[in-house]
């Protein structure tokens, strides 16, 4: 039986040292974040007057869920005019500043980004580049302007592995904004 | 530290200060039933005999027997009757024991592997059902949650065709409590597709407790409590095992697994057994296309040793679960619109040929066991028990989409990685048979840790379990009683991310729960069965502090740190009728009042993200009533030919709102026949079965908010083959089993997939098994 009991001893203060650094209280670590898209951000150049450069964010900085968007602009343009519309999607959460759009025009030939005008509103869209299989991409477009009117314009960024088609509804969903729009 | 040590001190102390002082107490008892294996009715006058004593004796005219005066030790049991394959099995008696003896009395028995199984006392008052033998065997290569899903009144939580978990009488996930070989499984159970850690071939059998069960096996136990046991160790000199193949045509995969075990030669008293799993899968098809990405993989092992003499004996073991499961391409989307668009398509618009590849979405496990246990006879008066577990829970999740930043992307980093780490401790001491009455008294304590990194999703945390229990039993002609009381107290201290800060919050929770349940045999063939209980559970982590994107649900999941612990009465009903041979009925019925039950319930407005919007989904709470009937029978129509039927019926209400709960399962029912031919040449105990199994449409859930309404109603024809091959020490099992022979094309309402694609398609499933030395 005393080795019965030796085993006893032996295992309890093995479970005792357990139980002290078990006890221990832990230390917070930040977890890893992964890649986040935070901004989306549409420059709009008036071809007719090169220096007028009108700009516009969503921004969410910490995600999805969490705060609300700490911005959402309205675009305003003018009617009956022409712009080159640039976009830039931004990681802000980091420092420095990650700019996927970058990324995402490297992998052209997987993404693809549509604009849903709303019925209404005055404006018609073109794509302005192409990737690798000469496919669009829309990270630089052409939007025409009419008459007054207000409405929305939806700006969205399929993941298409593989299977871009030029269909909005194939694929997975990195960005979906809908920017309210005035035509002024 | 220091008052921690001193209750260690007093442990000791109050270990030590059980009566050790004794020799040999050649006292014990050894008695039984005989009972036909496979009808279950008692034997009359088979003879029973402890080879190498001179204890024998002839059963008496309902198969009972008894051995008085037995020194605690290891005995051979013969037991030999007319028309019965006489059957040998050790035993180790370290008290006095009641035990069944299923003997394979016609020739048309297919089991050859149990002989002896003891009688479990905790459990003869509760409602229970155990997969072994020919049940468990046409199981192999079915995941643990499809296997559970013979016994009537367990369903499946499916995300697709690999990811099964077990829900009972309508309850999963944090409800259900899984015991694998006594170690209670601690992983990241609390999401839904995240499969029990658990290799199913460790597993002699599979026992399941329907109901409340608490008192013994702590909180969460509200649905009920899945036990996977392996066979005792070894009493053998012999090295004996077996080999399990299994092959099945729909994925094209299969399982390879195997087992070994013996006894020390020279110290007779350690026993070891090595076991080892390999599974892989394919893409899986369903009728008209193959689920792109629906290939998995999984290595498993373990290795126990165990130590046992007269009075006290320890055991250790350790193992290592570890698998890599495809998700199926379709079901990761972006928003509610790609929820909208897949749910609109009649074929997923991204599916594939026949492929074992792996790529994203995919997940990752590996779950390590390690256990310590002992047992120490106290004098003639009972057995303490002590087992000490560690378990390492390590699960990492791949989204569909890799990051987009080139460097990022070559890292491959999972998009959610959680570890926990559990370490377990209970502590039981068990009475010996007192004038019918026996007690069990003990306590357990749990620490955790969880860490996780990735997007933030559930927070860090620790938290510490501790409990308290006692149960009386008492135990008279055909009178069976027990009540039980048990007292918890929960601590739990989380870093919840509050910005870019994680702030701790602590909060805890006690509860007393109660359990008091009894079986009584009215007459030879009917004996009834009731069990009244509490159990409870403190809200999981996901429940209190969840925030965050779900691409596989397409939601934004919000906990609530104000929730209160949830807290079930279960009253469960069971009537078991035998007619000899002709006919087996049982019936249960149940009732579930939970107090604070927490759901899922949908909020508007939905969360606005730079990806869209999605759909939020807040944990509530409110009082629930569950109830529903299982129902079993068997007929024999002629000789070799059977009825057999099932059925499960449920239904869950919300009593605030007096509306429904989404994802409860909808009414089964199943009905078929079995031929049992005898003998065919060297092909012995051989049968064929043919089932059609009737699912119902959820009708009760199309009145709740969700993004497609329950799917229709299904009917799936399955069938089943098999036979043994019986040499002079080793035994051949051979099965095949045939799943949706017409190729039906179905989606079951609580699979997850339901919104993206159609369930399997037709499936051949082989299965070999090698026993040799048994």
Redesign the interface.
Known sequence: ?SQ??R???H??LL??I???Q??K??E????????L????KLSFTDSSNVGNILTFV?R?I????????TQFDTIKLNSNKTYTMKLVLLDESKTPT?S?SN??L??GIDHQFFFNISSGLNITTSYQDLDANSKPIGIQSKWETGAIANGTATV?L??QPG?KDGNQ?????????VFPVRVE | ?LH??NI?IL??IL??GIN?SYAQNCKLTLSGTITDRDTKEPLPYASVALKGTKHSAVADSSGGFSFQNLCPGTYIVECTHIGCHPIEDSLTLIESEQIIIHLPHQAHVLEHITVCEKKDDIDKTKVMATLQNRDLFETRGLTLGEALKKITGVTTLQTGPSISKPVIHGMHSNRVLMMSNGVRLEGQQWGSEHAPEIDPFLAKEISLVKGAASVRYGSDAIAGVVLVNPAAMPNNQKISGEILLTGNTNSQGGTVSGILEGNFKKVSALSWRVQATAKRNGNTRTPNYWLKNTGNTEVNFSAALAYHKDT?G?DVFYSQFNSKIGIFAGS????L??LE?AIARQTP??TSGFSYTIDRPYQKVQHNTAK?S?Y?LTGTSGKLSYT?SFQNNHRREWD??K????S?AALN?P?F?FHIFT?N?ELIWESNNYRNFTSSVGASWM?Q?N??????FIP?F?SHNAGLFFIQKYKKNKWELEAGIRGDYKYL?A?V?N??T?P?ETLSWKNMVFDVGGSYEISHSVTTRINFGKAWRAPAVNELFA???HHGAAS?E?GNKNLKLESAYNLTAEIDLKVKELLRVNLSAYTNFINNYIYLQPVLPA????????PTFDYRQANALFMGIDADARLKVLKPLYLLGKASLLRAENRNTAGFFPMIPANRYEGGVEIKPGNWKVLSDNYFKITGLYVSRQSLALSLIDYAPPPPAYYLLNADLGGSIKLKHNTLNLGISVQNILNTRYRDYMDRFRYYADAAGINVLLRVQFVFNN
Do not use: Q
């Open positions: 039986m019965f009991l085993l006893i001893t295992y309890s479970i005792l357990i139980l002290i078990a006890c209280p832990k917070v670590v930040l977890p890893n974040e992964t890649e898209i935070t901004t989306v969503f969410d910490d995600g999805a869920g969490g705060n609300a968007p990650d996927t990324e995402v490297e992998e969205v399929k993941h299977i509804a194939t694929g997975e969903t990195d960005v979906e904004v | 530290m921690l040590r260690f442990i000791s270990i030590i050790f006290w320890i990761h989307i972006g928003n619109t790609d668009n618009n991204d310590l002992a120490l000490f569909k989409h990051p987009l930043n080139d990022l980093k998009e990685d370490l401790n620490f840790n860490y996780t990194e990735g997007r933030y860090n620790i201290l870093n991310k910005g870019n994680f701790s925030n965050g994107l934004v919000v969360t606005l993200t730079i990806s869209g919007a999605f």
